[in-house]
């Protein structure tokens, strides 16, 4: 029973920066890849970027070259730096195990981009 608790989020104007961070417990996560995923109200949750445990990421075309993952596995933490964010980056953020072995959602981290 892996769990993730998702920090960071805020309120910004378009075209600043959020830092988001991912903490999981229950196991240890350095063998998994994880992804960051969000969900806009009124939208289904989607995959916005993942990072294996070797380090190779993978980015929604949406949030390529604005946003980059990376990870730190000695603290089981991963993190999501988000620049030039837009309003449509509006959503909350969370994180998670990838494809079949996604885990139960958390609370997730609300991003607000907005003047």
């Known amino acids: 029973q892996v769990q993730f608790v998702e920090s960071g989020g805020g309120l910004v104007q378009p075209g600043g920066s959020l830092r988001l961070s991912c903490a999981a417990s229950?196991?240890?996560?350095?063998?998994?890849?994880m992804g960051w995923y969000r969900q806009a109200p009124g939208k289904q949750r989607e995959l916005v970027t993942s990072i294996t445990s070797g380090g190779t990421t993978n980015y929604a075309d949406s949030v390529k070259g604005r946003f980059t993952v990376s990870r730190d596995n000695a603290k089981n933490m991963v993190y999501l730096q988000m620049n030039s964010l837009k309003p449509d980056d509006t959503a909350v953020y969370y994180c998670?195990?990838?494809?079949?072995?996604?885990?139960?959602w958390g609370q997730g981290t609300q991003v607000t981009v907005s003047e």
């Open positions: 229950g196991s240890i996560v350095s063998i998994y890849a």
């Open positions: 998670n195990f990838v494809a079949s072995i996604v885990q139960l």
